[in-house]
């Protein structure tokens, strides 16, 4: 091997440093985006349509509605930003509201059984709740925190079994909305015929400010105050 000498000066060995680090983050940055930008399996651009549609049959389960709770899948990501153990196991409770929130549950809830019957994903949680679709109680026990807690849930008539719903559709060449998991279709059908515009579940817009005597631009919603700023 041959051994090369070089006279630089402190400030030249700086420059050399800088630029060496510069181009190596270059290259990093490059392999990175290309991982990104490209679909794992088919090399194909993410901003370009992609095929699928309706009769996907890989999409994924995301949500189970039952007794007015919402159960979603306790990912990573969710476990994170919630301060939850990354090795917990069960579904996260996303909102309650009619029996569920009568028997005590709240959101961030994590299921562990239903009746004493393993809960780890929204496959088994449909799977328990079919077996208790004729009874009128059941016990929930969840993790709340570091306590692990048990809900008696009644309802006046039948418990019935959790309804599911996969990730909302998506049209041809969307922009993702959160970080890269993937082909688009493994969890989305992709289309136009999945939901109306303006979607009626979320409001999207930040009401205006209106002042005291400004008459209503709408049907009663409840005190203006709620929505709107007064001025």
């Not at 000066?9 to 983050?25: E, P």
């Not at 009769?55 to 990912?75: D, F, Y």
């Not at 153990?85 to 961030?108: I, M, Q």
């Not at 418990?159 to 959160?178: D, K, R, T, V």
């Amino acid at each position: 091997m041959k051994r090369f000498n070089f006279h630089i000066s402190n400030k030249g060995r700086l420059i050399v440093v800088v630029v060496t680090l510069a181009l190596a983050g270059g290259a990093m940055f490059y392999e990175t985006y290309n991982d990104l930008l490209f679909n794992a399996n088919t090399g194909q651009p993410a901003g370009q349509p992609v095929t699928g549609g309706t009769n996907n049959q890989s999409i994924k389960i995301v949500e189970a509605h039952w007794q007015g709770m919402e159960a979603v899948p306790l990912t990573w990501e969710l476990a994170a930003k919630l301060n939850i153990p990354l090795d917990e196991k069960g579904v996260l409770v996303d909102e309650v509201t009619l029996a569920s929130a009568d028997s005590g549950l709240r959101g961030g809830d994590v299921i562990k059984s239903l009746n004493g019957v393993r809960v780890t994903d929204l496959n088994e949680f449909y799977n328990a709740t079919k077996r208790l679709k004729n009874q009128k109680a059941a016990f929930v026990e969840v993790k709340r925190g570091n306590k692990l807690m048990t809900f008696d849930l009644l309802v006046p008539d039948e418990l019935g079994f959790a309804q599911l719903e996969a990730a909302p559709m998506i049209l041809p060449g969307s922009i993702a909305p959160h970080r890269y998991r993937g082909p688009c279709t493994d969890c989305h059908a992709i289309g136009s015929t999945g939901h109306i515009t303006p979607d009626p579940d979320f409001v999207t817009l930040v009401p205006p400010p209106i002042s005291k005597k400004a008459q209503c631009p709408h049907r009663y919603r409840g005190e203006c105050n709620l929505c709107h700023v007064i001025r």
